[in-house]
């Protein structure tokens, strides 16, 4: 069975950085996808990235575009989110999302796996 533990959210300072992992296990392949989603209370939840992993493209939210890092340890399978200049609009609970059908494009499209949530709160 497919399985991805998030991990790596926390409680940081505006200005700061968090990184968060997401580790995957039980693909057949090493050609997926693996994305970052992030929900705030009362708001939808936000595609913040993604990467593919055998080809290394990426895409990011224009929110987060400059100050937010997607990469992937293939060796440990593991997929990361590098968070700097973090804002307070920032704070969401952040989801990780991998699937060997969904591409890593412009259009956020439907993920079969997903990982427990981890909390970021970015004070001001």
Same mark, same amino acid.
């Given at each position: 069975? %497919? ?22 296990? !039980? ?6 996808? $693996? ?6 209370? !009362?708001?939808?939840?936000?595609? %913040? ?14 929110? @987060? ?27 969401? %609970? ?12 412009? @259009? $956020? ?7 427990? !949530?981890?909390? @970021?709160? @970015?004070?001001?």
């Amino acid at each position: 069975d %497919v399985q991805l533990q998030a991990s790596g959210g926390g409680l940081v300072q505006a200005g700061g950085s968090l990184r968060l992992s997401c580790a995957t296990s !039980g693909f057949t392949s090493d050609d997926y996808t $693996i994305a970052w989603f992030r929900q705030a209370p !009362g708001r939808e939840r936000e595609r %913040v990235s993604c990467i593919s992993k055998s080809d290394g493209g990426t895409h990011y939210a224009d929110s @987060v575009r400059g100050r937010f890092t997607i990469s992937t340890d293939n060796a440990k399978n593991t997929g990361y989110l590098q968070m700097n200049s973090l804002k307070p609009e920032d704070t969401a %609970v952040y989801f990780c999302a991998a699937d060997e059908y969904t591409p890593c494009t412009p @259009v $956020i499209l439907p993920y079969d796996y997903w990982g427990k !949530g981890t909390q @970021v709160t @970015v004070s001001s």
